[in-house]
C-alpha cells in the first residue's frame, strides 16, 4: 500500500502563490500516478492535475497557473500554485494509484488527509 501526506497549506491573498507537497511512503515506485483534487465547501471533490511519468494533466480552471511536477529521489509530487484566486481556497487532497496511466477518470486508491488552501481577496 501506499500512504500519503500531503503539506504547505496555509492562507494567501489573491494573486499570492503556495507549494503543496505530498509525500508517499510505504509500497511506493516510480509505476505510481499521483493527483491532486480539491473538495471546497458544500461542492463536489474535483480533479486539479495528475502526473504519470513524463504526461501531465490540468483541469482547465488551474492550467496556466499551476504546476506538477515529482522527486522520484524523494517520493515527493508538487503542486505549484501562482495567481491564486478565492475560488482556489478548497481542501486539497493527493491521491496515488499503481500504474502510470492518467488518461480519462483512473480510479485513486490511495488519498492523504488533505491539506487547506485559503485565499482571501
Known amino acids: 500500500q501506499v500512504q500519503l501526506a500531503e503539506s504547505g497549506g496555509g492562507l494567501v491573498q489573491a494573486g499570492g502563490s503556495l507549494r503543496l507537497s505530498c509525500t508517499a511512503s510505504?509500497?511506493?515506485?516510480?509505476?505510481?500516478?499521483v493527483g491532486w483534487f480539491r473538495q471546497a465547501p458544500g461542492k463536489e471533490r474535483e480533479f486539479v492535475a495528475a502526473i504519470g511519468s513524463d504526461n501531465i494533466r490540468y483541469s482547465d480552471s488551474v492550467k496556466g497557473r499551476f504546476t506538477i511536477s515529482r522527486d522520484y529521489t524523494k517520493s515527493t509530487v508538487y503542486l505549484q500554485m501562482n495567481s491564486l484566486m478565492p475560488e482556489d481556497t478548497a481542501v486539497y487532497s493527493c491521491?496515488?494509484?499503481?500504474?502510470?496511466?492518467?488518461?480519462?477518470?483512473?480510479?485513486?486508491?490511495?488519498w492523504g488527509r488533505g491539506t487547506q488552501v485559503t485565499v482571501s481577496s
Open positions: 510505504g509500497r511506493t515506485n516510480n509505476n505510481v500516478a
Open positions: 491521491a496515488a494509484k499503481y500504474g502510470l496511466d492518467i488518461i480519462g477518470y483512473p480510479v485513486y486508491p490511495y
